[in-house]
């Protein structure tokens, strides 16, 4: 071959395997961005449920208006949200192929919901809760969970 050929070869070569390392990190960006928008899915999916389970009476596998400790278990909502969830001996936690999920806080009004994708990155907070007009609210956080609802808030 001549040397032209030989330096075209070279850079082909070179532009193909640059190609091939920016397609790769591409591919794992839109992997790591899909698996969060799945958690983020599987907590709203929660939430909506969670408002469904406040206002059940506690005799029909409900919270009976009130989502504390002290008259629903964490680890009973998290089963009752009807997410698609494995269940382990670890109390108060589920996981699918998306990521690790569990209730971080409750109060009579409100529940925290925290989604740990399974490709990594910032945890994914989800807070619902009523408030005294009778609307429910969903915030949806990553990092840090938000403030649970005023009360009364519009």
Same mark, same amino acid.
């Given at each position: 071959?001549?040397?032209?050929?030989?330096?075209?070869?070279?850079?082909?070569?070179?532009?193909?395997?640059?190609?091939?390392?920016?397609?790769?990190?591409?591919?794992?960006?839109?992997?790591?961005?899909?698996?969060?928008?799945?958690?983020?899915?599987?907590?709203?999916?929660?939430?909506?449920?969670?408002? #469904?389970?406040?206002?059940?009476?506690?005799?029909?596998?409900?919270?009976?208006?009130?989502? =504390?400790?002290?008259?629903?278990?964490?680890?009973?909502?998290?089963?009752?949200?009807?997410?698609?969830?494995?269940?382990? #001996?670890?109390?108060?936690?589920? =996981?699918?192929?998306?990521?690790?999920?569990?209730?971080?806080? =409750?109060?009579?009004?409100?529940?925290?919901?925290?989604?740990?994708? #399974?490709?990594?990155?910032?945890?994914?907070?989800?807070?619902?809760?009523?408030?005294?007009?009778?609307?429910?609210?969903?915030?949806?956080?990553?990092?840090?969970?938000?403030?649970?609802?005023?009360?009364?808030?519009?």
């Amino acid at each position: 071959m001549g040397q032209q050929q030989l330096l075209l070869l070279i850079l082909v070569t070179i532009l193909v395997g640059i190609a091939t390392v920016v397609a790769m990190n591409v591919f794992g960006t839109a992997s790591a961005d899909a698996n969060r928008n799945a958690v983020r899915q599987d907590l709203l999916q929660g939430a909506t449920a969670a408002q #469904a389970i406040w206002a059940r009476p506690a005799m029909l596998d409900g919270a009976g208006q009130d989502f =504390s400790t002290e008259s629903i278990s964490h680890d009973e909502v998290l089963r009752l949200l009807g997410m698609p969830l494995e269940f382990t #001996a670890t109390v108060n936690e589920g =996981s699918n192929q998306n990521g690790v999920y569990s209730i971080t806080a =409750s109060d009579t009004l409100s529940l925290t919901l925290q989604g740990i994708p #399974a490709q990594g990155g910032d945890n994914i907070y989800a807070v619902v809760c009523r408030d005294t007009d009778n609307n429910w609210q969903v915030d949806l956080a990553d990092a840090t969970a938000p403030a649970p609802c005023e009360v009364g808030l519009e």
